[in-house]
């Protein structure tokens, strides 16, 4: 089977290419590297003694992604490209809104002219905005409190009027909880550009000593500890569920949705504490204000990828605090 998984350079993108090419699958990249580095080629290959055929290639362009279309023959796509940063978003909403609705939508396009019916698109549980009872339930309103949240909310819509106009098409929205972590082998991880905007990639540059001191958005939360708390997923059980969710649109599922979570909520200072034990390394923090747009608690209930796919979440926070900190001091300077 061969599976289009466009982003593949990228951090989610590039743990689940190595779990597709580990059972089996075979992968075209399609990737601009605008948020990773050629790189992570080598690496998927050091990993899995496979190499994916890649094409470097931004596919808001057309043209470029049909060529891709045109030389292959491909049975489903998973579609990880997008901007991500929150923060970002607000500033760049015209951007956000065109960047990440585009390339889905040249995408959809492309699939249909050349019949390939099996679609993996990478939501978040930021479409259930600020929910009122946890865990969230994938029957939970859904609202958006930023640009890149309503681009991933604006797409599962799409998705749901195009299964509503193509019932031959099968299409899983899978909404991410937090991912952490990186593969046991300490190849690739998450190699954010700039100081990052998630807490566990700046917990694991403070190890290292590439910055000072992690500032603690608020503690005044109606939590464990008044810190946020949240459900912090290894990436590589999130790539296993994306085989998951292929294997279940190859049953002719039509249009599922499943959440990727635990279960299982840590706030910001337990995670700290965690990383603080796997790796030996003191974290310095301070408290300062709530970060605008947070929540206080958010965690998944993963029920219905458990029962429906066949998939749980197996790694505990002790081994996503080791995989972590081997990526970072593996590779102080990331890919660079
Ligand atoms: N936090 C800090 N200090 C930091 C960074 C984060 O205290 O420097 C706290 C946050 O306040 C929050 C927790 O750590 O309580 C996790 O924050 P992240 O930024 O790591 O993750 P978020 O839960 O805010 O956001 C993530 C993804 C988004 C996605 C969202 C969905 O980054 O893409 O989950 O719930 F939209």
Same mark, same amino acid.
């Given at each position: 089977?061969?599976?289009?998984? !466009? ?17 089996? @699958? ?9 948020? *990773? ?53 607000? *500033?760049?909403?015209?951007?956000? @809104? ?7 939508? &040249? ?15 990478? *939501? ?37 009027? &195009? ?29 954010? !550009? ?20 992690? *500032? ?15 459900? @912090? ?19 002719? !599922? ?74 970072? !001091? ?7």
């Amino acid at each position: 089977m061969v599976v289009l998984v !466009s982003g593949g350079m990228g951090y989610i993108g590039s743990h689940t290419t190595v779990e597709l090419l580990n059972q089996g @699958y075979e992968v075209i990249i399609v990737d601009d590297l605008s948020n *990773s580095k050629d790189v992570v080629l080598d690496k998927i290959e050091i990993i899995t003694g496979k190499l994916p055929k890649f094409y470097k290639m931004n596919i808001l362009n057309e043209e470029d992604l049909e060529t891709v279309f045109k030389e292959n023959k491909i049975d489903a796509v998973i579609h990880f490209a997008a901007f991500k940063a929150v923060g970002e978003s607000v *500033s760049m909403p015209i951007e956000y @809104y065109h960047n990440n609705l585009t390339t889905t939508l &040249v995408m959809l396009k492309l699939m249909k002219k050349y019949s390939v019916k099996n679609f993996v698109f990478s *939501s978040s549980a930021t479409v259930y905005g600020e929910a009122k009872t946890m865990p969230v339930e994938e029957e939970a309103p859904l609202s958006t409190t930023n640009p890149y949240g309503a681009t991933k909310l604006m797409i599962e819509d799409i998705l749901r009027d &195009v299964y509503k106009a193509n019932k031959d098409m099968n299409i899983a929205i899978l909404r991410y909880f937090n991912p952490v972590g990186a593969h046991k082998s300490g190849t690739i991880g998450e190699n954010p !550009s700039g100081i990052p905007n998630n807490l566990m990639p700046y917990i694991t540059k403070v190890a290292i000593g590439e910055l000072k001191v992690l *500032s603690v958005f608020g503690n005044d939360y109606n939590t464990v500890d008044g810190t946020g708390v949240r459900d @912090y997923i290894h990436v590589v059980d999130l790539a296993k569920g994306h085989i998951k969710a292929l294997e279940k649109l190859s049953t002719n !599922s039509g249009l599922v949705t499943y959440n990727l979570g635990t279960g299982n909520g840590y706030s910001v200072l337990e995670l700290v504490k965690a990383f603080s034990k796997a790796s030996g390394r003191e974290i310095s923090y301070k408290i300062v204000d709530r970060r605008p747009g947070d929540v206080g608690t958010c965690y998944a209930d993963p029920k219905k990828a458990n029962n429906e796919l066949g998939w749980i979440a197996e790694k505990s926070i002790e081994e996503i605090c080791e995989d972590s900190w081997r990526w970072q !001091s593996n590779n102080p300077k990331g890919y660079n």
